[in-house]
Nanobody, 116 residues
């Protein structure tokens, strides 16, 4: 069974940076489009970035130009580099498959809080 473990969240100041990691076990990682999602209090979970197995990326308008998604097949991990953080980026961040790939059981996520 595939498991997803997110890490790297924390407290950052507005304008600061964080790098999230998602370690995935199982074979689906090598072929699936993977994505980073976030869920803010009282809001629905939303997809903010995705990356195909070939490395093509896509971003929501709210993070475009500030966030960068990448993946490392050698260690079955995807990353989310977040720059120029804003208070509205505060949320629990999750990784999972994206763009039509079967969803894996959700991990616990990692909390990102942007506050001065």
């Amino acid at each position: 069974q595939v498991q997803l473990v997110e890490s790297g969240g924390g407290l950052a100041q507005p304008g600061g940076s964080l790098r999230l990691s998602c370690a995935a076990s199982g074979t689906i990682f090598s072929s699936a489009t993977m994505g980073w999602y976030r869920q803010a209090p009282g809001k629905q979970r939303e997809l903010v970035a995705s990356i195909t197995s070939e490395g093509s990326t896509d971003y929501s308008d709210s993070v475009k130009g500030r966030f960068t998604i990448s993946r490392n097949y050698a260690v079955n991990t995807i990353f989310l580099r977040m720059n120029s953080l804003k208070s509205e980026d505060t949320a629990v961040y999750y990784c999972n498959t994206a763009r039509g790939w079967p969803t894996i059981s959700w991990g616990r996520g990692t909390q990102v809080t942007v506050s001065s």
